[in-house]
């Protein structure tokens, strides 16, 4: 027994080393999203700080931070406080990696806990109650989602006068932090439900708006900071034995290295946001023993108790005796090793060297360690002479690694991560890109290979290499790398997923965005536009709006007319989802006339009296012509009648529509403002004038009294108050003449509706029966005298309301100055819908109110006053007789004959007078 307890693995083999331990601690490991569609609630860091602000990334991430001279003020631009912003890191907020962590604890310091980070407070139940009340809604993701709108457009005006990209990086914020709130809603919805995909999406949609938007903001700030040093003369760098002092030349003379630096940086940021926690994962096999299992089946065999079928395995445990000998490990230290392999090229694809180094060691590879270590550039800064002797940088040797690492990653014996690490360092796409599945992945890889390739080609070049690079494939050394050749590569894969990814609206975005290319950008939004399905997402929209604004900011010239299409479907985004209060802003950044056109049109539908006056407020704070708004807004809706009028006879009036009562209700847009009064009388005028024609007189009743009483007397306030010694324009006198002759047809109107319903509502006569009591004859008696009463009242009123209607048909037919409806300034400017509606009123109203005076005057018996009509209508003065149609001229006369006759009947002559004897 006690040589069995020797024999005995020198680990303590505890569960979690066990293969169904193992398995089941795999369920929670990092997270490699297979689609952009799947989600898991851990699949990004809980908090994201700050990085530190160096060149990260790929091979030359740890080995400087080239400096910029001579640099101009830009801090009030750029708003990086006097500091270059060139170099400095996305705003991934990340964390600083390049904390001094020991080996044993690396992961409690750079993953904190909840407690420890502070996370545990009341925002968690919050956000726990939030994202349960989210649930509830068809589409909890659109739901989340739509304080973006409002948050955005409070972010620009914010920002306006301050740096562009603090709104940029402020933008991206809103992004970050609508997407926690997502993840969480995703972790409690049901996968399957539609809820769970929809959610989904959207969180999809807002992770890559972020990333975009952050992005966006490296890249021109760089290519901001290039074009204000343009006129800056750099000094030419003298010749240097120190790679590193090459390359950071050459970073900062070289727009296409840096700005390709930059990408692959953000490329690794991405990639960080989704690497998860290591903490648990490192731990079933952070063991001291490096292939424990192996090592412990090996001493087995070397017992003399040990018997049976032995598998082959290697002999030797030095790091390369699997492939020198060509047999296998244990089945378990495989399974480790490839997981682990998997895991290390995922922290190379984050940018996280350092890390994976850190793990190397504590899984007891401090040789693996040593081998991610070779990149470094050289630098020996004694050889410029000092006073004390400096440490020297780098690897002296970089060409022999990094041929090395090369030859490794052809070497089919490796594991395919194993060979996509070392092709990551050593520039070698062919073997990194068969580990590449996604978008991202992929132009990670032709862009660290990129920047790869334009450093060698400087150090080479530069005659100072202490070993040429004569191993390499000359392809390699020789290759002439372009932004638009790597886009070009991609289009040009075979794998399905990645072509698939291409085509999705945000890469196509972030690829013209790397590319610079902001016409290519705009034809293809203008392509999204024209298919017209399916739609756009509202939040897509939303980007595409700010993403046009931001352009426009920094002075750049976009298509203008894929400009106003984005900004016209946007704003509809908006009116859809009823953001009110948002419209007036977007819109005033189109041209002004469509401007006007496009905020009246929103205003159309906008009924309430408090509403129309918040709407107006915005438009003017927007900057919005609010005169030309509104007077667009009335114009609109009083024109979708083309009827014409109809004749009129003495049928009854003609009912109100719903269209009539949006006429008659949009004339409120232009008493809100008393400067606009006399447009509103103009407006007003031109919709009483249809009605008119049309026989709606108690619609235009009611357009009339939309009008205050004060109008004419605010009119001239308003023309004095700008200081004018002449007359009113004379569109403006006409509309308040024609505003009055309005008036006093409608009064005419109303006073002979009034005669006409008490004229047909006299006193009832009492009746008594036959059989009458004497109690009913004497109360009949009474009654009658109430009746004869009543009667006298009745005639009495009668006569009034007849003299009323007669004093009122007289202001018609007798409008001073010219007649009704004819304009006295005949110097306004020409308007021949309304001089020829004018013309159809007079022609239509004036022989009606002729003969509803007749009409009054013969029912009346005042039948010489019927022939007094007679002189005005045939009056020169007046020349009423020409607006009488043949038709109703005979109809006319034949009235007056009547009239006549039942003045023959009383011994009077026809005219009216005694007749001499």
């Not at 704070?621 to 509104?630: I, Q």
């Amino acid at each position: 027994m006690e040589r069995c307890d020797e024999l005995l693995s020198p680990v303590v083999r505890d569960t979690e080393v066990t293969r169904a331990a193992r398995r089941r601690s795999t369920n929670k490991k990092v997270f490699f999203p297979s689609s952009p569609c799947e989600v898991s609630g851990a699949s990004t860091t809980p908090a994201r700080p700050q990085l530190l602000n160096r060149t990260p990334g790929s091979l030359l991430k740890h080995s400087f931070t080239p400096l910029i001279k001579r640099h101009p003020d830009v801090s009030a631009i750029l708003s990086t406080g006097g500091k270059s912003p060139r170099y400095s890191q996305t705003p991934a907020r990340l964390g600083n990696l390049s904390t001094n962590l020991d080996d044993s604890d690396w992961t409690n310091t750079l993953y904190l806990s909840p407690q420890q980070s502070g996370l545990v407070d009341s925002s968690f139940t919050e956000d726990v109650t939030m994202s349960a009340v989210m649930l509830k809604e068809d589409d909890p993701g659109e739901a989340a989602s739509f304080s973006m709108f409002p948050e955005f457009l409070q972010s620009y005006l914010r920002h306006s006068s301050s740096a562009i990209f603090d709104l940029i990086e402020e933008y991206e914020t809103i992004c970050e932090e609508q997407v926690g709130m997502l993840k969480k809603i995703v972790t409690r919805a049901t996968p399957g439900q539609q809820k769970f995909s929809q959610t989904a999406s959207m969180l999809w949609l807002l992770q890559q708006e972020m990333v975009t938007w952050r992005l966006l903001t490296s890249l021109y700030r760089d290519r901001i900071q290039s074009a204000l040093e343009d006129d800056v003369m750099i000094d030419a760098a003298a010749p240097s034995e120190s790679e590193k002092v090459i390359v950071e030349n050459l970073f900062q003379r070289d727009s296409l290295v840096r700005q390709s630096q930059i990408v692959v940086d953000w490329l690794e940021t991405i990639a960080k946001d989704e690497i998860g926690d290591f903490s648990d994962n490192i731990e079933f096999y952070a063991k001291s023993v490096y292939w424990e299992n192996t090592l412990h089946t090996l001493k087995q065999r070397r017992t003399p108790s040990h018997a049976g079928f032995s598998r082959p395995l290697v002999t030797e445990l030095d790091p390369d005796a699997p492939v020198r000998q060509k047999l296998p490990l244990a089945d378990l230290d495989r399974e480790d090793d490839i997981r682990m392999l998997k895991y290390l090229f995922t922290l190379i694809r984050a940018g996280m060297t350092e890390e994976a180094q850190r793990l190397c060691k504590r899984c007891g590879q401090a040789w693996r360690a040593a081998t991610l270590e070779g990149w470094k550039l050289y630098h020996d800064p004694n050889i410029s002479g000092g006073v004390e002797l400096q440490p020297v940088e780098g690897n002296p040797h970089r060409c022999v690694w990094k041929t090395c690492c090369w030859r490794m990653a052809e070497d089919e014996q490796f594991n395919r991560y194993e060979r996509a690490i070392y092709a990551a360092l050593s520039g070698n796409l062919k073997q990194l890109l068969p580990v590449c599945d996604s978008w991202e992945d992929t132009v990670w890889a032709y862009f660290r290979v990129l920047v790869d390739t334009l450093v060698e080609q400087e150090i080479c070049s530069s005659g100072t290499a202490l070993h040429q690079l004569e191993e390499l494939p000359r392809e390699y050394l020789e290759a002439n790398w372009t932004l638009e050749r790597v886009f070009e590569e991609l289009q040009a894969t075979e794998k399905k997923r990645v072509l698939e990814e291409t085509k999705e609206h945000y890469h196509v975005i972030q690829k013209f965005i790397i590319l610079g290319d902001l016409d290519g950008l705009m034809e293809e939004f203008s392509d999204w536009l024209s298919h017209g399905k399916p739609a756009l997402p509202s939040h897509l929209l939303r980007f595409m709006t700010h993403l046009i604004l931001f352009f426009r900011s920094l002075g750049m010239q976009t298509k203008e007319e894929v400009s106003v299409d984005v900004l016209k479907i946007y704003i509809q985004v908006l009116v859809s989802k009823k953001h009110t209060d948002l419209i007036a802003f977007y819109v005033s950044h189109l041209p002004a006339d469509m401007a006007i056109a496009q905020y009246s049109e929103f205003l159309e539908c906008v009924t309430e009296t408090d509403q129309r006056k918040h709407c107006l407020e915005l438009a003017k704070e927007a900057g919005l012509d609010v005169a030309a708004v509104t007077k667009t807004v009335v114009e609109n809706i009083r024109k979708r009648d083309a009827d014409d009028f109809s004749h009129h006879d003495l049928a009854l009036d003609s009912g109100t529509s719903e269209e009539d009562l949006r006429k008659i209700d949009v004339i409120d847009w232009l008493v809100f403002d008393p400067s606009q009064r006399a447009e509103a009388l103009k407006q007003s005028n031109a919709i009483m004038r249809k009605f008119l024609g049309s026989k709606k007189h108690e619609a235009a009743k009611e357009v009339f009294a939309k009008i205050p009483e004060d109008s004419m007397r605010e009119i001239y306030k308003q023309w004095e108050a700008q200081g004018m010694d002449i007359p009113l324009p004379a569109e403006d006198q006409n509309a308040i003449r024609e505003h009055l002759c309005i008036r006093a047809y409608l009064e005419a109107h109303e006073a002979f509706n009034e005669w006409f319903k008490h004229m047909n509502s006299p006193p009832q006569k009492p009746t008594l029966s036959s059989q009458a009591k004497f109690t009913e004859t004497v109360a009949h008696e009474m009654k009658e005298k109430e009746y004869e009463l009543d009667c006298r009242n009745w005639k009495g009123r009668l006569e009034a309301l007849a003299d009323d209607v007669r004093d009122r048909i007289y202001n018609v037919l007798l409008f001073v100055d010219g007649g009704w409806m004819v304009d006295v300034r005949e110097d306004a400017e020409a308007d021949p819908e309304r001089s020829h509606q004018m013309t159809l009123l007079r022609r239509l109203c004036l022989p009606m109110m002729a003969f509803l005076l007749h009409s009054v005057l013969h029912s009346t018996e005042q039948h010489q006053e019927c022939l007094r009509l007679a002189d005005i209508v045939s009056s020169e003065q007046q020349k009423l007789y020409q607006v009488f149609s043949k038709e109703e001229l005979r109809k006319f006369l034949r009235k007056l004959r009547e009239s006549s006759l039942l003045l023959l009947d009383k011994d009077l002559d026809p005219l009216g007078y005694e007749i001499q004897s």
